[in-house]
T-cell receptor, first 111, second 115 residues
């Protein structure tokens, strides 16, 4: 099941710079997209979401962009902080409540 | 901030035994979910539950699995006869209702180890 894909297993960014995490999806029925952050030994923590009627949603340092024609979304974190080091999951849903997750991207913020 | 709580944090069980994983969803939430993540793999949907009924279930959620809301606060996942491949992190999640798009809030999970 490859409906949601995060092609970068890891990303390393300098503190203070922008982190950009990417996610692609194949199911055109998806209409709600979310980003979760996960620390070891904890559950996924909701970060930010976007509905398919929008192309951008911003919350503090976090911005999610949605390109429906390309079936692509991205999460921008600026400025990146050491506490942002975690695994980031992209997830999508369409009508039904279940979430379909990507494989995750491990983000490391270097001081 | 209210949170989803799961117990136990780690469960070790012999193959073939029954196991019950417990969750206390956020108090005013009405929709409940179970997901699992096998080591090194994606988080996968198992089942959703609303109004004391299963709303949707995945192919993974076969006859060995069942869910129950035995009282006003707990939501449980039972695995009747565990197999080695059931070893995974199991996450419970909840949302207030289905009105509009709303994020699911997850607990910290139960690590299930089948020996």
């Amino acid at each position: 099941d490859q409906q949601v894909k995060q092609n970068s297993p890891s990303l390393s960014v300098q503190e203070g710079r922008i982190s950009i995490l990417n996610c692609d999806y194949t199911n055109s029925m998806f209409d709600y997209f979310l980003w979760y952050k996960k620390y070891p030994a904890e559950g996924p923590t909701f970060l930010i979401s976007i509905s398919s009627i929008k192309d951008k949603n911003e919350d503090g340092r976090f911005t999610v962009f949605l390109n429906k024609s390309a079936k692509h979304l991205s999460l921008h974190i600026v400025p990146s902080q050491p506490g942002d080091s975690a695994v980031y999951f992209c997830a999508a849903s369409g009508g039904a409540q279940k979430l379909v997750f990507g494989q995750g991207t491990r983000l490391t913020i270097n001081p | 901030e209210p949170e989803v709580t799961q117990t136990p944090s780690h469960q070790v069980t012999q193959m073939g035994q029954e196991v019950i994983l417990r969750c206390v969803p956020i108090s005013n939430h009405l929709y409940f979910y179970w997901y699992r993540q096998i080591l090194g793999q994606k988080v996968e949907f198992l089942v959703s539950f609303y109004n004391n009924e299963i709303s949707e279930k995945s192919e993974i959620f076969d006859d060995q699995f069942s869910v129950e809301r035995p009282d006003g606060s707990n939501f449980t996942l039972k695995i009747r006869s565990t197999k080695l491949e059931d070893s995974a992190m199991y996450f419970c999640a909840s949302t207030p209702d289905l009105g509009g798009n709303q994020p699911q809030h997850f607990g910290d999970g139960t690590r299930l180890s089948i020996l």
